[in-house]
DNA sequence: GAGTTACGGTACGTCGCGTATCATAACTTT
DNA sequence: AAAGTTATGATACGCGACGTACCGTAACTC
């Protein structure tokens, strides 16, 4: 059995809920992080199916129970894993440039899954996304929401300075720009700048010949 | 990888091995089928995880050891499945009409996810597809190669038509035809005709407005 | 018929799940 | 400082599925 439980960085947003301190042991939220920590670790490591709550406890140095007592089950504490990770890469900043958001929005969908556990995590948790409500409505309602709020902003951005047309309908704006990076995590393909820009590239111009634009 | 022993071509081109009989039981292909069967049915019903052999083989009339006789593991039969059941959803027919020619490219992925079992069992194995070589491998060499390589055909019929731009990059636009269908197969959303027709549009306009082309 | 082989069935050891139980450590309250 | 409270780590348990091994037998060839 492995020994290491080495509590690695500390990832980014964490959740502080209101609590209150009783008698008895103050539910150090140490165990709570470093169970999520373990539980990131080895999903990274070995995948969702071969994550075993006994090996979580083990790496957190902590006690099978108490993972119970805190989450029903590996689905839960997977989701409360994906979403803590998912958050920091959603925010694209106003530039004034409308391609440079553009690029801005592939491009943090490419760092996030290249440059973070949240790419380990998510490739691993995708059949669940997409399988079990349980993990894919709340997945959904949250990060999935937000990154096409933040990808609506920066097309109104667009639309506001005349750069892109009026009637480009916001949904699918988001899906034709991240939905190929989701298509090469998947399917293959690298995810890198050069990638970013031809998708840019190809969105902005189209497909069209410029006489046969109204094809 | 150690495939069932050839009995059956892995893609779904029918099968026609050069067997060899020889003394004994004639390996009949009927069982092979049934477990093929019952193997796609399950996972529709329950998921890949919630997939068990001992089910597959009572539901396919079978003793468990025969599955085990044929395919080393659960994703070894889940692939071959997969590879049958995802080629009849490919070919685009050159119909003269770059538009509807990119709209079947989309509406293909839509119905063969939509209407075919082949949705929920790829649903249910996309993160051992994004994860593990095994599966991800010879499922991105015939599978997804096959799309690319049709889609590309879709785009050098729109060049030589005149209607689509010289420049355009068969990968990407592979990516942007059918990430959007993939990505709302993961995240929500309708996959309808609507969607891609939508798709569609965005693409062959772009983005950008017209004098902003050039941006 | 004799020979060969895959077959269905079953029993087995192993492993992870999720639950239950318990003595104890950590902290609050008085 | 002592008493009270509560979450903790550890351990044991039953359950179910895995994958293996072994059987007697059915199906087929020669």
């Not at 609590?19 to 373990?38: E, M, N, T």
């Not at 409360?80 to 592939?106: F, K, Q, Y």
């Not at 750069?163 to 899906?175: L, M, P, Y």
């Amino acid at each position: 059995m492995r020994v290491s439980r080495g509590a690695t960085s500390v990832s980014a947003g964490g959740l502080s809920p209101t609590r209150v301190v009783r008698p008895g042991r103050p539910r150090s939220d140490k165990a709570h992080q470093a169970i999520l920590d373990a539980t990131r670790d080895l999903i990274v490591e070995h995948g969702f199916s071969d994550l075993h709550l006994e090996h979580v406890a083990a790496r957190a140095g902590v006690g099978k129970s108490t993972i119970y007592r805190r989450w029903a089950s590996k689905e839960e504490l997977a989701l409360e894993l994906l979403l803590a990770l998912a958050s920091p890469h959603i925010a694209i900043e106003d530039t004034g440039n409308t391609r440079e958001e553009l690029t801005a929005s592939v491009n943090n969908a490419i760092r996030g899954l290249t440059r973070s556990p949240f790419g380990p995590v998510i490739r691993a948790l995708l059949s669940h996304i997409a399988v079990d409500p349980a993990l894919g409505d709340p997945f959904r309602a949250t990060v999935v929401q937000a990154r096409r709020a933040e990808i609506a902003a920066v097309i109104g951005r667009g639309i506001e300075r005349g750069d892109v047309r009026r009637d480009v309908n916001v949904d699918v704006a988001t899906e034709v720009l991240v939905g190929p990076v989701y298509f090469r995590l998947m399917f293959g393909g690298e995810l890198d700048d050069e990638f970013a820009n031809s998708v840019v590239d190809t969105l902005l111009q189209g497909f069209a010949t410029p006489r046969q634009s109204t094809m």
